[in-house]
């Protein structure tokens, strides 16, 4: 019984490494800076909420196969494994540019996954979600809402909205160059279905679905207090599907609650700060990027926004920096827990692809907008 009781903890642990890692570095800087009150203010509780709200809802939608049925016709649609995945992609580009990056990844992951399994193209997932995370990361630059550093900045320094698309829009259009590129080099292999049953939506739940759905985009838009969430959703399901209650990812929002600790203390370390304050002033664009790399972009945003003025590079520094490393952004860690959910024991084989992916697009980005910025 114990031996069995060891396996499960093991597997759970390699299941979950994203969160044992998050929680060891949330753990280690909590000895460096002691719990106090300011810990509060490290969790965005929106963030946290719309995620719940979110993988409640995609659960809901999966269990009625909203996602197979739609799956299908874009099978249907596009005919080509080329075609097929770059409407995945750019699909996922474009909702990040009016949901944000995190919940346009948390509703076409999903989809990205049923296409590819139903076409028996499982082979093709790692480089589809990589995409998909890239697209999403770096589509959302274009808007103040597309990325959560994006609102921060656009709010703390009182950018217009002009100048905003004005500053994000070589490194947006490089991106989808980028992205098609990468994409053209799948061959337009023909897709064909190894799941021909037909099923059909229930319409009720369907449009209740949807509605929930359109009420959590609205709580990321702040047209809704985000506590109405914790209630709404959760009581709907109740009655509806308990089961996608259950099914929610709540190890990655303990990820994510583990990461804002992290990253929280890390700001408040005097070292961190001082040394990053000592470069930003004449290497803004370098300092974000790299900040970026180690303590996410968001937070790097927040950081490093008291020690310069110069708005236009920071923008651009943790915008490209949410590609890179795994923990440049937290959509690469939404990614990166949907894929291995789902290809258990191809952790490495994702890890090195993702990487080759992410750095390409950093260092391209990166030596373009330094030579036409500086």
């Given at each position: 019984?114990?031996?069995?009781?060891?396996?499960?903890?093991?597997?759970?642990?390699?299941?979950?490494?994203?969160?044992?890692?998050?929680?060891?570095?949330?753990?280690?800087?909590?000895?460096?800076?002691?719990?106090?009150?300011?810990?509060?203010?490290?969790?965005?509780?929106?963030?946290?909420?719309?995620?719940?709200?979110?993988?409640?809802?995609?659960?809901?939608?999966?269990?009625?196969?909203?996602?197979?049925?739609?799956?299908?016709?874009?099978?249907?649609?596009?005919?080509?494994?080329?075609?097929?995945?770059?409407?995945?992609?750019?699909?996922?580009?474009?909702?990040?540019?009016?949901?944000?990056?995190?919940?346009?990844?948390?509703?076409?992951?999903?989809?990205?996954?049923?296409?590819?399994?139903?076409?028996?193209?499982?082979?093709?997932?790692?480089?589809?979600?990589?995409?998909?995370?890239?697209?999403?990361?770096?589509?959302?630059?274009?808007?103040?809402?597309?990325?959560?550093?994006?609102?921060?900045?656009?709010?703390?320094f009182?950018?217009?909205?002009?100048?905003?698309?004005?500053?994000?829009?070589?490194?947006?259009?490089?991106?989808?160059?980028?992205?098609a590129?990468?994409?053209?080099?799948?061959?337009?292999?023909?897709?064909?279905?190894?799941?021909?049953?037909?099923?059909?939506?229930?319409?009720?739940?369907?449009?209740?679905?949807?509605?929930?759905?359109?009420?959590?985009?609205?709580?990321?838009?702040?047209?809704?207090?985000?506590?109405?969430?914790?209630?709404?959703?959760?009581?709907?399901?109740?009655f509806?599907?308990?089961?996608?209650?259950?099914?929610?990812d709540?190890?990655?929002?303990f990820?994510?609650?583990?990461?804002?600790?992290?990253?929280?203390?890390?700001?408040?370390?005097?070292?961190?700060?001082?040394?990053?304050g000592?470069?930003?002033?004449?290497?803004?664009?370098?300092?974000?990027?790299?900040?970026?790399?180690?303590?996410?972009?968001?937070?790097?945003?927040i950081?490093?926004?008291?020690?310069?003025?110069?708005?236009?590079?920071?923008?651009?520094?943790?915008?490209?920096?949410?590609?890179?490393?795994?923990?440049?952004?937290?959509?690469?860690?939404?990614?990166?827990?949907?894929?291995?959910?789902?290809?258990?024991?191809?952790?490495?084989?994702?890890?090195?692809?993702?990487?080759?992916?992410?750095?390409?697009f950093l260092?391209?980005?990166?030596?373009?907008?330094?030579?036409?910025?500086?």
């Amino acid at each position: 019984m114990s031996e069995k009781i060891e396996n499960s903890f093991w597997i759970w642990i390699k299941k979950n490494m994203v969160f044992v890692i998050a929680f060891i570095a949330a753990l280690i800087t909590s000895f460096i800076v002691p719990l106090d009150k300011k810990y509060f203010d490290y969790f965005d509780f929106k963030t946290l909420t719309c995620l719940f709200c979110v993988l409640s809802v995609v659960n809901a939608f999966r269990n009625i196969h909203f996602f197979d049925i739609i799956a299908k016709k874009i099978v249907c649609k596009f005919i080509n494994l080329r075609s097929t995945i770059l409407a995945l992609v750019f699909i996922t580009l474009i909702a990040s540019m009016f949901i944000a990056n995190d919940m346009a990844l948390l509703t076409f992951l999903p989809l990205g996954y049923f296409v590819l399994t139903f076409t028996n193209k499982q082979h093709y997932m790692a480089f589809t979600f990589i995409m998909q995370c890239i697209a999403a990361d770096l589509g959302g630059m274009l808007t103040p809402f597309g990325n959560p550093q994006n609102l921060y900045l656009y709010t703390y320094f009182h950018i217009g909205n002009i100048e905003f698309m004005k500053i994000m829009f070589l490194p947006f259009i490089i991106s989808i160059v980028l992205i098609a590129v990468c994409c053209l080099f799948i061959k337009p292999e023909p897709l064909t279905l190894n799941n021909n049953e037909n099923k059909t939506l229930p319409i009720k739940k369907s449009i209740i679905y949807t509605l929930l759905f359109i009420f959590s985009i609205l709580i990321v838009f702040r047209f809704i207090p985000y506590i109405w969430g914790l209630f709404i959703v959760p009581i709907s399901l109740l009655f509806l599907d308990k089961k996608a209650l259950k099914q929610v990812d709540y190890p990655l929002l303990f990820t994510f609650a583990a990461f804002f600790v992290f990253s929280g203390n890390m700001s408040r370390i005097d070292a961190v700060s001082n040394f990053l304050g000592s470069l930003v002033n004449s290497h803004t664009l370098l300092v974000g990027t790299l900040s970026s790399q180690l303590i996410s972009n968001v937070p790097s945003a927040i950081l490093l926004s008291r020690f310069t003025e110069n708005y236009p590079q920071l923008l651009v520094a943790v915008n490209i920096g949410g590609v890179g490393t795994l923990i440049a952004s937290l959509a690469s860690l939404i990614t990166f827990r949907e894929y291995t959910k789902n290809n258990p024991g191809k952790t490495w084989y994702y890890l090195k692809m993702f990487s080759f992916y992410n750095f390409g697009f950093l260092i391209i980005l990166f030596i373009i907008c330094a030579l036409v910025m500086t």
